[in-house]
Protein backbone atom coordinates (compact mmCIF):
# COMPACT_ATOMS: atom_id res chain seq x y z
CA UNK A 1 0.00 0.00 0.00
CA UNK A 2 1.09 3.64 -0.37
CA UNK A 3 3.11 4.66 2.73
CA UNK A 4 5.83 6.79 4.51
CA UNK A 5 8.01 6.04 6.55
CA UNK A 6 10.07 8.84 8.60
CA UNK A 7 13.33 7.79 10.83
CA UNK A 8 16.24 9.61 11.98
CA UNK A 9 14.69 11.63 15.14
CA UNK A 10 16.32 11.74 18.06
CA UNK A 11 17.42 14.23 21.12
CA UNK A 12 20.25 16.64 19.82
CA UNK A 13 21.74 19.58 21.22
CA UNK A 14 21.40 23.21 20.34
CA UNK A 15 23.79 24.05 17.09
CA UNK A 16 24.22 20.38 16.29
CA UNK A 17 22.97 18.29 13.40
CA UNK A 18 20.42 16.05 12.14
CA UNK A 19 19.17 14.33 8.85
CA UNK A 20 15.71 12.80 8.77
CA UNK A 21 14.70 10.44 6.01
CA UNK A 22 11.62 9.23 4.67
CA UNK A 23 11.13 5.80 2.63
CA UNK A 24 8.17 6.48 0.41
CA UNK A 25 6.89 3.08 -1.11
CA UNK A 26 3.15 2.02 -3.21
CA UNK A 27 3.30 4.50 -5.59
CA UNK A 28 5.77 5.96 -8.29
CA UNK A 29 7.87 8.58 -5.80
CA UNK A 30 9.44 10.22 -8.98
CA UNK A 31 6.22 11.49 -9.76
CA UNK A 32 5.51 13.40 -6.85
CA UNK A 33 6.53 17.10 -5.25
CA UNK A 34 6.94 16.03 -1.48
CA UNK A 35 7.28 18.06 1.54
CA UNK A 36 8.14 18.04 5.43
CA UNK A 37 5.84 19.71 7.75
CA UNK A 38 6.45 19.71 11.53
CA UNK A 39 4.29 19.92 14.79
CA UNK A 40 5.61 21.44 17.98
CA UNK A 41 4.02 20.21 21.21
CA UNK A 42 0.48 21.20 21.56
CA UNK A 43 0.89 23.22 18.68
CA UNK A 44 -0.43 23.59 14.98
CA UNK A 45 0.93 22.76 12.07
CA UNK A 46 4.03 23.86 10.11
CA UNK A 47 5.14 24.02 6.75
CA UNK A 48 8.94 23.31 6.18
CA UNK A 49 10.19 22.55 2.99
CA UNK A 50 9.05 21.01 -0.45
CA UNK A 51 11.34 19.47 -3.30
CA UNK A 52 9.49 19.38 -6.86
CA UNK A 53 9.04 15.69 -8.35
CA UNK A 54 12.06 16.17 -10.53
CA UNK A 55 14.05 17.81 -7.63
CA UNK A 56 13.75 21.15 -9.94
CA UNK A 57 12.74 23.43 -7.30
CA UNK A 58 13.00 23.76 -3.71
CA UNK A 59 11.59 26.21 -1.15
CA UNK A 60 11.70 26.69 2.48
CA UNK A 61 9.89 28.00 5.37
CA UNK A 62 11.05 31.29 6.52
CA UNK A 63 11.97 29.39 9.86
CA UNK A 64 14.08 27.25 8.84
CA UNK A 65 15.33 28.70 5.71
CA UNK A 66 19.22 28.93 5.70
CA UNK A 67 19.23 25.82 8.00
CA UNK A 68 17.55 23.13 6.41
CA UNK A 69 18.25 21.54 3.37
CA UNK A 70 16.14 19.27 1.61
CA UNK A 71 16.65 16.72 -1.04
CA UNK A 72 15.73 13.53 -2.57
CA UNK A 73 17.09 10.20 -3.80
CA UNK A 74 14.34 9.39 -6.54
CA UNK A 75 16.03 5.80 -7.52
CA UNK A 76 15.46 4.56 -4.14
CA UNK A 77 12.19 5.89 -3.04
CA UNK A 78 13.84 8.73 -0.06
CA UNK A 79 13.26 12.04 0.71
CA UNK A 80 16.01 13.91 3.48
CA UNK A 81 16.09 16.92 5.05
CA UNK A 82 18.82 18.02 6.48
CA UNK A 83 19.11 20.31 9.76
CA UNK A 84 21.77 22.33 11.04
CA UNK A 85 22.44 24.82 13.38
CA UNK A 86 19.69 23.20 15.51
CA UNK A 87 17.53 25.40 17.98
CA UNK A 88 15.31 24.56 21.24
CA UNK A 89 12.61 25.73 18.97
CA UNK A 90 12.68 23.19 16.25
CA UNK A 91 11.46 20.78 18.49
CA UNK A 92 8.20 18.97 17.17
CA UNK A 93 6.90 16.31 15.40
CA UNK A 94 8.84 15.83 11.47
CA UNK A 95 6.03 14.63 9.29
CA UNK A 96 6.56 13.29 5.38
CA UNK A 97 3.77 14.18 3.06
CA UNK A 98 3.21 13.71 -0.45
CA UNK A 99 2.22 16.49 -2.65
CA UNK A 100 -0.77 16.02 -5.09
CA UNK A 101 -1.19 18.31 -8.28
CA UNK A 102 1.69 20.98 -6.56
CA UNK A 103 0.89 23.13 -5.37
CA UNK A 104 -2.15 21.37 -4.24
CA UNK A 105 -2.72 19.99 -0.98
CA UNK A 106 -0.83 16.80 0.88
CA UNK A 107 -2.73 13.18 0.53
CA UNK A 108 -0.32 10.88 2.01
CA UNK A 109 1.56 11.31 5.48
CA UNK A 110 3.70 9.23 7.63
CA UNK A 111 3.65 8.69 11.01
CA UNK A 112 6.33 11.20 11.83
CA UNK A 113 9.75 11.29 14.12
CA UNK A 114 10.22 13.11 17.10
CA UNK A 115 12.83 15.83 16.85
CA UNK A 116 14.26 17.52 20.61
CA UNK A 117 16.69 19.78 20.75
CA UNK A 118 18.00 20.00 24.75
CA UNK A 119 21.11 20.69 26.25
CA UNK B 1 2.72 37.58 4.54
CA UNK B 2 -0.74 35.26 4.35
CA UNK B 3 -2.80 34.96 7.11
CA UNK B 4 -5.42 32.50 8.09
CA UNK B 5 -7.08 33.02 10.79
CA UNK B 6 -9.53 29.59 12.23
CA UNK B 7 -11.57 29.93 15.49
CA UNK B 8 -9.38 27.84 18.49
CA UNK B 9 -12.93 25.40 19.46
CA UNK B 10 -16.00 24.29 18.03
CA UNK B 11 -18.43 22.48 20.21
CA UNK B 12 -21.68 20.75 18.27
CA UNK B 13 -23.92 18.18 19.66
CA UNK B 14 -24.10 14.81 18.27
CA UNK B 15 -26.18 14.79 15.17
CA UNK B 16 -26.02 18.45 14.77
CA UNK B 17 -24.15 20.61 11.97
CA UNK B 18 -20.50 21.83 12.95
CA UNK B 19 -18.91 24.58 10.75
CA UNK B 20 -15.43 25.35 11.13
CA UNK B 21 -14.06 28.67 9.36
CA UNK B 22 -10.77 30.31 8.10
CA UNK B 23 -10.61 33.15 7.17
CA UNK B 24 -7.79 34.79 4.56
CA UNK B 25 -7.94 38.08 2.77
CA UNK B 26 -9.44 36.87 -0.86
CA UNK B 27 -9.10 33.54 0.30
CA UNK B 28 -12.18 32.70 -2.20
CA UNK B 29 -9.47 33.29 -4.67
CA UNK B 30 -7.63 30.44 -3.56
CA UNK B 31 -7.51 26.84 -3.27
CA UNK B 32 -8.53 25.68 0.43
CA UNK B 33 -7.27 21.71 1.65
CA UNK B 34 -8.82 20.67 4.78
CA UNK B 35 -6.92 17.98 7.33
CA UNK B 36 -8.33 16.60 10.52
CA UNK B 37 -5.91 15.29 12.95
CA UNK B 38 -6.52 13.01 16.27
CA UNK B 39 -4.56 13.14 19.17
CA UNK B 40 -1.30 11.49 18.49
CA UNK B 41 -1.92 10.75 14.94
CA UNK B 42 -1.05 12.37 11.49
CA UNK B 43 -3.31 14.64 9.57
CA UNK B 44 -5.41 13.04 7.82
CA UNK B 45 -6.82 15.10 4.26
CA UNK B 46 -10.43 15.13 4.35
CA UNK B 47 -11.15 17.73 1.72
CA UNK B 48 -9.18 19.26 -1.07
CA UNK B 49 -9.80 22.12 -3.45
CA UNK B 50 -11.99 24.09 -1.83
CA UNK B 51 -15.26 21.06 -2.26
CA UNK B 52 -13.43 17.73 -3.29
CA UNK B 53 -13.22 14.66 -1.54
CA UNK B 54 -10.96 11.75 -1.10
CA UNK B 55 -11.75 8.68 -1.31
CA UNK B 56 -12.93 7.39 1.95
CA UNK B 57 -13.78 10.53 3.24
CA UNK B 58 -17.70 10.39 4.19
CA UNK B 59 -20.10 12.61 2.06
CA UNK B 60 -20.81 14.39 5.53
CA UNK B 61 -17.90 16.45 5.06
CA UNK B 62 -18.02 18.87 2.45
CA UNK B 63 -16.03 22.11 2.07
CA UNK B 64 -16.86 25.44 0.30
CA UNK B 65 -14.64 28.55 0.09
CA UNK B 66 -16.16 32.25 -0.87
CA UNK B 67 -14.86 36.16 -0.11
CA UNK B 68 -12.68 35.61 2.70
CA UNK B 69 -13.96 32.74 4.86
CA UNK B 70 -13.83 28.79 3.51
CA UNK B 71 -15.79 26.45 5.64
CA UNK B 72 -15.47 23.27 6.57
CA UNK B 73 -18.98 21.84 7.74
CA UNK B 74 -19.81 18.52 9.30
CA UNK B 75 -23.39 16.97 8.97
CA UNK B 76 -24.36 14.96 11.39
CA UNK B 77 -21.91 15.20 13.55
CA UNK B 78 -20.44 11.83 15.31
CA UNK B 79 -18.21 11.05 18.58
CA UNK B 80 -15.81 10.06 15.96
CA UNK B 81 -15.71 13.65 14.32
CA UNK B 82 -13.59 14.84 17.39
CA UNK B 83 -10.33 16.14 16.65
CA UNK B 84 -8.12 19.08 15.04
CA UNK B 85 -8.93 20.56 11.93
CA UNK B 86 -6.56 22.42 9.50
CA UNK B 87 -6.97 24.38 6.35
CA UNK B 88 -4.30 24.76 4.25
CA UNK B 89 -3.51 26.87 1.24
CA UNK B 90 -0.47 27.92 -1.38
CA UNK B 91 0.37 30.98 -1.42
CA UNK B 92 1.37 31.86 -4.96
CA UNK B 93 3.16 35.05 -3.60
CA UNK B 94 5.69 33.63 -1.51
CA UNK B 95 5.78 29.92 -3.09
CA UNK B 96 5.04 28.94 0.85
CA UNK B 97 2.17 26.64 2.00
CA UNK B 98 0.26 27.89 5.09
CA UNK B 99 -1.79 26.00 7.45
CA UNK B 100 -4.42 27.51 10.13
CA UNK B 101 -3.52 27.69 13.18
CA UNK B 102 -5.83 24.80 13.78
CA UNK B 103 -9.68 24.11 15.07
CA UNK B 104 -10.78 21.79 17.78
CA UNK B 105 -13.46 20.10 17.24
CA UNK B 106 -15.57 19.03 20.59
CA UNK B 107 -18.74 16.66 20.13
CA UNK B 108 -21.20 17.24 23.14
Known amino acids: QVQLVESGGGVVQPGRSLRLSCAASGFTFINYGMHWVRQAPGKGLEWVAVMWYDGSHEYYGDSVKGRFTISRDNPNNTLYLQMNNLRVDDTAVYYCARGIDDPGAFDIWGQGTLVTISS | SYVLTQPPSVSVAPGQTARVTCTGN??????VHWYLQKPGQAPVLVVYDDSDRPSGIPERLSGSNSGNTATLTISRVEAGDEADYYC???????????FGGGTKLTVL
Open chain 2, 88 to 98: QVWDNSSDHWL
Open chain 2, 26 to 31: NIGSKS
